[in-house]
């Protein structure tokens, strides 16, 4: 090979290489656009927020099973179905007027185990569940009128892609083992006006 070949070779690899390098996504960009319904959350399951009350102020949280083939029974425990559920964390309230994050730190709930059958509820293919939390707790600021930006977020305690009734109760015992314990969960963002 003479001179000439190889720098026409060694050009066609560095430009081939470039074009590579350009077009695959680094390892940091393939995680962050890249992730998996599992990885986000529990496939087909949404949270979502609406005010029914403004005096006093309250919320309507409905959770939704999109998923077209599979139920889904959860442990209410620490998750916007939780009648604890004003006092646990769950909620991110932003005075709209401010911009400033309003502290909701969460209660430590003592529990009895194992859980009770109205510890659990199952959602079918299609259904959903509706939980109305008033928010008139002592975290809450006193200004009235206000308005604040609520979302909310966590993770399941025990999740099951079957049927309340199909579960054991070794399965209930042991929650922290379900298939999709861990899972994260947010909701939607609303403007929650309180007069």
């Not at 000439?4 to 690899?13: C, E, G, H, N, P």
């Not at 859980?115 to 509706?130: I, K, L, N, R, Y």
């Amino acid at each position: 090979m003479n001179g000439r070949t190889i720098l026409i070779a060694v050009s066609a690899v560095t430009l081939l290489g470039a074009l590579y390098y350009l077009n695959v996504p680094s390892s940091s960009n393939f995680h962050m656009s890249g992730k998996t319904a599992l990885e986000d959350g529990v496939p087909g399951l949404e949270f979502r927020l609406s005010q029914i009350s403004r005096n006093p102020p309250s919320l309507l949280v409905t959770l939704k099973n999109n998923n077209p083939s599979s139920p889904f029974t959860i442990l209410r425990w620490n998750t916007p179905l939780d009648p604890q559920a004003a006092n646990l964390g769950l909620f991110k309230l932003v005075d709209e007027e401010t911009g400033k994050e309003i502290p909701t730190d969460g209660l430590k709930v003592n529990r009895l185990m194992p859980p009770s059958e109205e510890d659990f509820v199952t959602v079918a293919p299609g259904t959903e569940e509706a939980h109305e939390i008033v928010m008139n707790k002592p975290w809450l600021p006193e200004k009235k009128p206000a308005k604040y930006k609520v979302t909310i977020s966590g993770k399941f305690s025990g999740i099951w892609d079957k049927y309340g009734g199909d579960l054991q109760s070794s399965e209930r015992e042991a929650y922290f083992d379900s298939p999709f314990s861990g899972k994260p969960f947010t909701s939607n963002e609303v403007s929650m006006r309180v007069e």
